[in-house]
Structures are given as structure tokens and as C-alpha cells.
């Protein structure tokens, strides 16, 4: 299954399934981005980091995609399990003069289906 | 302590309450981030603490809102005169470098 984590706000995939989260972002000078995962609850919780000198990075059973050209970010579950049912958020590094500040987006709702 | 700590996980207080939202970061960390979430949405800067020292306060949305971080660890929250419009889950987050923050569970405050 796909989103654009903007625009579709909610995914279901079966259990197995592959699933992509899309996510476009709006600072072209963005030069770090990292997924968190978020379960009802909880705060966000790390999954996967990219920095803008990578197009791709793999993780365990993930794997982020980086396209500068058109902004846009993508998360990839291999074999999606009932245990990845969360709120993904894609959040952009902007940093400052003052400091490092993460801007998140909407999010997207990933719900397996056993 | 293992992870970020926030009290208390829950609050209610009456319209024109003030609060106070406290966070125990991760032993160590230097950097330290308020956050806040509305329902359905992401979670929205507020401010950042670099040990004791408050290097922005841009994302606050009012002059109710106040944070410190006196002794460069532990950071409370103030929101004055409590708004329906403050009723969100407030993160808490630290790090050491920037990169990578970790969050507490936050603190979910309903303003009735």
C-alpha cells in the first residue's frame, strides 16, 4: 500500500504487505530528515534518519528515500506487520541561528489488517 | 533516568487555571524542546533550551505561555489563564547533539 502523507492521511495494508508513507517537504535548505513513528499515547519514537548528502538508507525492515529534486521523502516497511500500526511522522531539520528545530508534518495513520 | 520523563501524564484544569507541565529529560542532554500537539495534527514547535539558556522561544503562542530551565536539566512549562484553544499534548523532548530527539509521553492537558 502508498500514501502521500499530506493528502491521504490514512493507510490499511494487509499483514505482510510492503507498505510506502509518502511525505513531501517545504524547506529546499532541509538538510536532515528523520521518520518517527508514533503509537496512541506515546511520544514519538525514532525510527529512521536521512541526511540530504543520502538518497537512500536502510534500517531494519525500513528503508527512507530521499528525492531533493521534487522534496519529497518516503519510508518503506518490508513485510508490515500488526506491531507497526502507528501515526508516522516525516520531520524536516531547519537549523538556525538560535538552534535545531524539527518541523513535523501532518502524519500519516497506518493501520494493519491481520 | 532510562528515557524522558513528563508529569503529570494527564491534566484537567478550569478556564483562567494556570498550569504547570514538568519534564525530566535524559541525563546528560543538553538540548531540550517543548512541543505541542493537537489532536490529528503533528507535533508543533514551541521552544528550545540549550542547558539553562532559552535560545528560541519563537513557536510560544502567547505571552501566557512561559518555559524555563533554571538548573540546566530539569524544564517546567507555565501556561496562564488556561484557553480551551490550550487543550493539546505537550512533548517534551532532549538530545545531546540536536540530532535525533528523544520524546517523552507527554502530558495531555484538557481545558474545560
Known amino acids: 500500500g502508498e500514501s502521500v502523507g499530506l493528502h491521504l492521511p490514512t493507510l490499511s495494508v494487509q499483514e505482510g504487505d510492503n507498505s510506502i508513507i509518502n511525505c513531501a517537504y517545504s524547506n529546499s535548505a532541509s538538510d536532515y530528515f528523520i521518520w518517527y513513528k508514533q503509537e496512541s499515547g506515546k511520544g514519538p519514537q525514532f525510527i529512521i534518519d536521512?541526511?540530504?548528502?543520502?538518497d537512500k538508507r536502510q534500517g531494519q525492515r525500513v528503508t527512507v528515500l530521499l528525492n531533493k529534486t521534487v522534496k519529497h521523502l518516503s519510508l518503506q516497511i518490508a513485510a508490515t506487520q500488526p506491531g507497526d500500526s502507528a501515526v508516522y511522522f516525516c520531520?524536516?531539520?531547519?537549523?538556525?541561528?538560535?538552534?535545531?528545530?524539527?518541523?513535523f508534518g501532518t502524519g500519516t495513520s497506518l493501520t494493519v489488517i491481520p | 533516568g532510562a528515557g524522558v520523563s513528563q508529569s503529570p501524564r494527564y491534566k484537567v484544569a478550569k478556564r483562567g487555571q494556570d498550569v504547570a507541565l514538568r519534564c525530566d529529560p535524559i541525563s546528560g542532554h543538553v538540548s531540550l524542546f517543548w512541543y505541542q500537539q493537537a489532536l490529528g495534527q503533528g507535533p508543533e514547535f514551541l521552544t528550545y533550551?540549550?542547558?539553562?539558556?532559552?535560545?528560541?522561544k519563537s513557536g510560544l503562542p502567547s505571552d501566557r505561555f512561559f518555559a524555563e530551565r533554571p538548573e540546566g536539566s530539569v524544564s517546567t512549562l507555565k501556561i496562564q489563564r488556561t484557553q480551551q484553544e490550550d487543550s493539546a499534548v505537550y512533548l517534551c523532548a532532549s538530545s545531546v547533539t540536536g540530532d535525533g530527539y528523544t520524546f517523552g509521553s507527554g502530558t495531555r492537558l484538557t481545558v474545560v
Open positions: 536521512i541526511r540530504s548528502n543520502m
Open positions: 533550551f540549550q542547558n539553562e539558556a532559552q535560545l528560541d
Open positions: 520531520a524536516e531539520y531547519r537549523g538556525g541561528d538560535t538552534g535545531n528545530q524539527f518541523y
